[in-house]
């Protein structure tokens, strides 16, 4: 089965530009996450998506960061305006039964830099 | 609160030799485990789970962990390195009810000399 596609891979932005991320995940997994890991450091969970609802986003920096999963597939995570401190990889992952205890797949996230 | 402790940053050892990466953690119910691989510029690989059952789970490329329930910890092992497992591993946690959040340690970096 494909796994979880992310876009970009790469980003360079200037600080205070907005930036838009994009995933698609493995089809049939209606439960989406999107993570931010630091650099020597393990994920953190930004927000989870339940098919279009987004079920938990309690750390997701609201004043400059939202997402989206129109139609319970596709997600995008956009940052406005980008500060130097979001410099970081955002992964995208996605799983089909997590209460039964069904793994993550991860996509190979987007690497953030911004000047 | 859940928590994930890897004690230490790097693991060295030789080709052929058996490795162990060492994680423990922190839970309210009961747990739900799991150890993932990342390679440079990847994403996370899911090696392995404990949700239930037998203490000793295998998993993808020859690699196992046991669960300790009174120690709380959930050791990576595999009998023989390869140069190729170098990478860095995650253990991570989450309460078995419900929908929690799953927690990562901040990771282990395995080297395997030739």
């Known amino acids: 089965e494909a796994g979880v596609v992310q876009s970009p891979r790469y980003k360079i932005i200037e600080k205070k530009q907005p930036v838009a991320f994009w995933c698609n995940p493995i089809?049939?997994?209606?439960?989406l996450y999107w993570y931010r890991q630091n650099l020597g450091q393990g994920p953190e969970l930004l927000i989870r998506?339940?098919?279009?609802?987004?079920?938990?986003d309690s750390q997701l920096p609201k004043d400059r960061f939202s997402a989206e999963r129109l139609k319970g597939v596709d997600s995008t995570l956009k940052i406005q305006p980008a500060e130097l401190g979001d410099s970081a990889v955002y992964l995208c992952?996605?799983?089909?039964?997590?209460?039964?205890?069904?793994?993550?797949?991860f996509g190979d996230g987007t690497r953030l830099s911004i000047l | 609160a859940q928590s994930v402790a890897q004690p230490e940053d790097q693991v060295n050892v030789a080709e052929g030799n058996p490795l162990t990466v060492k994680c423990t953690y922190s839970?309210?119910?009961?747990?739900?485990l799991f150890w993932y691989v990342q390679y440079p510029n990847r994403g996370l690989q899911f090696l392995l789970k404990?949700?239930?059952?037998?203490?000793l789970v295998k998993g993808s490329y020859g690699f196992e962990a046991e669960f300790n329930k009174s120690q709380t910890s959930f050791h990576l092992k595999k009998p023989s390195a390869l140069v190729s497992d170098s990478a860095l591993y995650f253990c991570?946690?989450?309460?078995?009810?419900?929908?929690?959040?799953?927690?990562f340690g901040k990771g282990t970096m395995l080297l395997v000399s030739p």
């Open positions: 089809s049939g997994h209606n439960t």
């Open positions: 998506y339940e098919n279009e609802e987004a079920v938990d």
């Open positions: 992952a996605s799983s089909q039964d997590p209460g039964l205890g069904q793994p993550q797949h």
């Open positions: 991570a946690v989450r309460d078995g009810s419900g929908y929690s959040t799953l927690t």
């Open positions: 404990y949700i239930t059952g037998d203490n």
């Open positions: 839970v309210s119910g009961n747990p739900y």
